[in-house]
């Protein structure tokens, strides 16, 4: 995990963290808590709010509680609770023995409601969702009052109770706080606190036929908690004086709420409603589908926490939205699998290549480095035999200039084995296409070193035939076509933008024969393509089925490199 060494702060919310720790207004506490809504994965998005959330805590010797914010039956499952432990987990983060649930509150939720009626500041009104709308008022006019306002004490009460009893229809009374009907803030228009829900809770059953909104929940369970540092994203800024307004007129501990801007990332989407949209449409596989930016995906991807945690850090919080740009969270994984990947070698579009010169039955044990960046991961043994395969790209009947790959003619390195010189092409009489290449060897180049000095610019990757084994590996690309596929002027719906090309399967790629057994989730570097993971829920040992989970070439170290030039 990283551990933040300085002090400093490093934000705008530590610099509010330090100030209240400075003028003693939590006794030195630091407690902050991630609530999510359990309807849907995790996405990055909420990783980024993960890290800050315990980051934080962590940094100040705090401690941050996970809460599920389950206050709406109807869009709720199980399945999604036991997602977002797991998720919050493999990103490294540890809520201890505080894990936590709104509806565990429900019965100190609904005491508060009381307390606020016999305050005269809550009532139960009769009209219907729509008419709420509808005498709401908008930003330049102000609302009007609901004709139920000045029910008293005694009735409000009695109604509120009856509603908790199941009295009365779904939608048929709400509770609404007393506020003032020409704030200029909405919010503050008289907002709804209980709503009439004759729907099962995954955890309360039947016991509860009335639930709280967000806005009366959230903050009551932040205090109930003791937590002092309620970060949220910036949708809520307009939310915090009803979030005042509540833990002032009950009087109770009073957590301080910080807004920052979401994340947002280009080529993507994350709102869980969308993706949930993409996985009930069947566009992806399900919400762990490796193009999705939930977290499961980009497990299943090959993301490592690591990276997530870094790429968090990079884009630190800000009080303005923006759009990052989805090459600075590759480029953070690439440095992270750089370094711990082991090199092996694969081929995805196998060309056979005879080396005539080779005896026939000779085969080698050739020693290659695993990760030329960490010594220590040592080194393995590939055969090398007469009969190879190279990546089909890498040779050219008819070459361009500057071309130091394979092609008639041609001296090229293999890996760590010999120098190769193309003699022959064999082709498919019918359709021209090449099916064979055939070669000669050096033997005096062995291990792919220079017998005489005799320079070539190419070295290519290759697995020999008859040992290699037969992959499947699915190459990904973006999952929509623009930047912003919410924000596109035209108006139309996000998944116009889907990239109709995010997924290409590759069925007879060869690897060499090191990775027999490969278990599900060990990711590698295949030489000169890219890093690539065994796929956690199609691959077996019969058949492995590999991720790639992202291309070597990385337009971020590019694009940082430009601005150190500038
Ligand atoms: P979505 O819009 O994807 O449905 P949400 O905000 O409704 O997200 P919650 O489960 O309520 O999802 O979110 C839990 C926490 O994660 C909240 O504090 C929320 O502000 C934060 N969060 C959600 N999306 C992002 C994001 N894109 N960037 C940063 N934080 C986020
Ligand atoms: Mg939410």
Redesign the pocket.
Known sequence: MTTKDSIQPTNFIEDIIEEDLRTNRYGGRVHTR???????Y?????????C??FGIAAKYKGLCNLRF?DTNPSKEQVEYVESIKEDIRWLGFDWGNRLFYASDYFEQLYEYAVQLIKKGKAYVCDLTADEIRETRGTLTEPGRNSPYRDRSVEENLDLFQRMRAGEFPNGSRVLRAKIDMASGNLNLRDPVMYRILKVPHHRTGEKWCIYPT?DFAHGQCDSIEGITHS???L??EDHRPLYDWYLNELDIHHPRQIE??????SYTV??????LELVEGGYVSGWDDPRMPTISGLRRRGFTPESIRNFCERIGVAKADSMVDIALLEHCLREDLNRRAPRVMAVLRPLRLVIDNYPEDQVEELEAINNPEDPEMGTRKVPFSKVLYIERDDFREDPPPKWFRLAPGREVRLRYAYYITCVGVVKDKRTGEVVELHCTYDPQSKGGWSPDGRKVRGTLHWVSAPHSLEVEVRLYDRLFVKANPVGEKDGADFKTYLNPNSLEVLTSCRVEPSLRGAAPGNRYQFERLGYFCVDSVDSSEERLVFNRTVPLRDTWAKIERGQKNV
Do not use: M, Q, V, W
Request: proline share 8%; charged share 20%.
């Open positions: 991630f609530p999510p809504e359990p309807n849907g995790l996405h990055i998005g909420h990783a980024k709010s993960i800050l959330n914010d967000y970060i949220c994203t949708e809520f920052f801007a979401r994340l947002n990332l994350l709102s869980k409603r969308r993706l």
